[in-house]
Each structure stands twice: as C-alpha cells, then as structure tokens.
C-alpha cells in the first residue's frame, strides 16, 4: 500500500490557504492587464496595459498587444459551475462563484497573467493564470480552487500548476468549501439536476463489472434493474486509473458503502447516469462527519526509478486504430527494472490509461511494449503521454506537441538515440 499523493490535504488545511497560493510565485514575464468585467466563475474582459516583448509573439495570431487591446480571458487550470452555456443549465453554485470572482477583481482591477504552453483556446480567449500582484504570488486561480469556487480542470498542454491546483481542490472538498458544500444533494434527486454537475450521495446496492465491454456500474439508491436508481458508470478508458489509486477493483470496493460522486447527471433509460472520469470525484462517506477523499494507500514511496523512459510512441497506426495504438518502453540501464503496477496515462481528451501487469520487468537495454487497449486510447492530433511509477512519481513524459500525426502512415515518434 503506498502513501497518498493527496496526503497533503491536511497539512494544507494547517499551514492555511494563503502560504499555499504563495507557491505559485512565479519568476516568468507577466502581462499586465486591467479588468472589465466578470463574465462567469472562471472567465472575464480585460484589456492589455503591457506585455513583454518575449510575449508578444504569442499574442500575435489574435491580438497585437501594442494597441491596448480587449480580451477575454479564460482562468487555465480550473473550472467553475455554468451561469450561461448553450447546452448546460445554471449549475449549483453558478451564480455564487461568478459574484466570488467579481469580488477578487472588480471593474479596473490590475492583474498579471501568467501564460502556458497553450495561448488561446477554441473560443479565442487568453488561457492565462491571473495574478493580484506583479510578484505573482496571489494566483486568482488558486484562491478559486482553494474555497472550492471551482473544481481543478487540466486543460493538456497547459499544466504548469496542475498539482497545486488539484491540492488546494483536494483540500475544499476535505473542508466541505463552497459547491463541495452546498451543491451535495440525495441520489433520487438526480431528476431535478439533469445535465447539472454537483455532488450526489447514496448507499450502493449493487455493483458489476461488464467483461464484455469493460464498463463498471455503481448503482446508488436502488439495484440494477430498478427504475430511477443512479447509476456510475466507469469506462474502460479509466478503469486503470481507479485501480491503480484506489489499489482495489471499484466494484469491490463501492459495493454496501455510502458514496458520495461529483458529476454531470443524464438520463439513461428508465434511470440516471453520470460518467465518472477521475477518482478524486467518488468518495466513501463515514457513518458521521466531513467526507473522506478514498485514495491511494500508505506506504512510503520508493522513488522514481532513473533509466526508464517512453522510446516510441504509435497513436494512428496505418489501419484500425482501436487495438493497434502503443506505446513503447525502454531500459536505458545496465539493470533490470520492475514496472509491475506502472501507469501508462494518456491526457488529451478524456484520460484513458493503461496498467502495466504485476509481474513485468524491463530487461537491461530492451524494451516494452503497452498496448492492445480495447478501446481508442490514443488522441493523433496533441497527445501527451505520461509513464508513472506504482507510487505516483512521474518517470517521464513526451514533449509536448511531438505527438501529432494527422494522417494514417506509417510515422512513429521516437526518442533520439
């Protein structure tokens, strides 16, 4: 059993949000911006005052920074609850995190934003990390996450302050703050939530793991086949990611707890359906007090194993992709290493992973190979791939943008000798 990458929670609740935040200092060039208006819990109008001469190529495709010019800036890494989308309705806490971002910047606010590897998303608007001050030690991002105004939301390339970000989430939903609080409601409420994301609770009464497909079904409130139960639904894209942090079969597991899972609701059927793509999302609820995040276990990590890293990779093979992606391992090392339990994660999209089985080991010098996935794995336009070990570390990880490959050929990536 191996220790929690989300052990922190409690040392961040003792030491206190602001020397968290403080983290996020950071020494790169900053734009400055003054603030127009809020327009949703994760996004508002700016114009640019000034941007560093480095930035402003980066700019450029949209906006010449040299003209004062408007932007719409969406806040990277986070995602707060829908006030006005197209598809999805005013979600729970919607209009309580819009009020708490207009009160961290209100009209004429001066902030400093901080860019990634991704400029400006589909819509046209900035990704950026804003910041209360030119030292960028009050990231606004952070402090949304921190009170629980906005979930952690990886947006693959942009993931510079990734693990802050899911810490300081991690740390709300222990606290109970803000929508891990207020927008918890019973399973047979579900109806009332549709296409809604908020949390819901109930006792799980049946479980199944279909070998077929490999889908997994946690049914809350009544068994399968009842009507009006709610159904969890894993797909076998994410089934290893369950495994390897929970270190037990989800189906095992959930089966006679109380469960509370943080989702979006749909109708399926004569009953109700959320997706869940992250195990951070789902946890056991105890017989009395503040929920509990179910996680890894606590052993003290090994460290990461030096020598190993991902050699090839093939995400659109020349025909049927499903089944035909791969990526390749290999041992750089004189010694053979073990990589049973290893994780093998790709991010664009929706996460799909990989669990290498228990027992493999590279050889000196050889390779291995992770594939056969029963189902698309790998994205072929800004695929990112992650190896991780059995206690979490990040072994290694492809450079971002080499993993694009439009056509069916028969191209690989690979690793310089």
């Known amino acids: 059993m191996r220790k929690t990458r989300r052990a922190c929670i409690l040392w961040c609740v003792v030491l206190g949000i602001a020397s968290l935040v403080a983290l996020a ?3 790169e060039a900053l734009i400055k911006a003054e603030v127009v208006a809020v327009v949703d819990g994760d996004a508002f109008d700016a114009y640019i005052l000034a941007a560093p001469e480095g930035l402003s190529a980066a700019l450029a495709p949209e906006i010449d920074p040299s003209a004062a010019p408007f932007v719409r800036v969406r806040l990277s890494g986070i995602d707060s609850p829908e006030i006005d989308h197209p598809t999805i309705p005013c979600e729970c806490f919607g209009e309580a995190a819009a009020e708490a971002l207009r009160q961290l910047l209100p009209e004429a606010t001066v902030v400093w934003l901080e860019l990634d590897e991704r400029v400006f998303d589909d819509y046209r608007r900035l990704l950026a990390y804003a910041y209360l001050d030119p030292a960028g030690t009050q990231m606004v991002n952070a402090l949304l996450a921190a009170r629980g105004h906005a979930v952690s939301a990886p947006m693959v390339p942009n993931i510079k302050h990734e693990k802050l970000l899911s810490s300081l989430e991690a740390a709300a939903r222990e606290g109970l703050l803000g929508l ?4 918890v409601f019973a399973w047979d409420e579900a109806a009332s939530h549709i296409n809604e994301r908020a949390i819901f609770t109930g006792h799980v009464e049946s479980t199944y793991y279909d070998d077929a497909t490999g889908v997994t079904f946690i049914n809350l409130g009544l068994p399968y086949p009842a009507p009006g139960r709610l159904t969890v639904t894993i797909r076998p894209q994410v089934r290893a990611l369950f495994t390897y942090e929970l270190w037990a079969l989800p189906e095992d597991l959930f089966l006679g ?10 109708e399926s059927g004569d009953s109700y359906e959320i997706l869940l793509w992250e195990p951070e999302h789902a946890w056991i609820l105890p017989p009395a007090g503040p929920a509990a ?3 890894e276990a606590d052993v003290e990590p090994s460290g990461a194993a030096s020598g190993v890293v991902i050699w090839e990779v093939e995400v659109n093979p020349p025909d049927e992709d499903r089944g035909n992606e791969w990526v390749k391992l290999r041992n750089l090392t004189d010694e053979d290493i073990h990589i049973g339990g290893w994780l093998v994660v790709a991010r664009a999209g929706q996460p799909g992973a990989i669990q290498i089985e228990d027992e493999a080991v590279i050889h000196a010098g050889d390779v291995y190979v992770v594939g056969n996935a029963p189902f698309l794995w790998l994205d072929n336009v800004g695929e990112y791939v992650e190896l991780r070990n059995q206690e979490g570390l990040l072994i290694d990880a492809t450079p971002f943008g080499a993993l694009d ?3 069916n050929s028969d191209t690989t990536w690979r690793r310089e000798e």
């Open 405 to 407: 490959d439009t056509g």
């Open 25 to 27: 200092a950071t020494g």
């Open 293 to 295: 995040v179910i996680g």
């Open 180 to 183: 891990w609080g207020d927008c």
């Open 257 to 266: 707890s109380d469960l509370a899972v943080f989702g979006q609701v749909k």
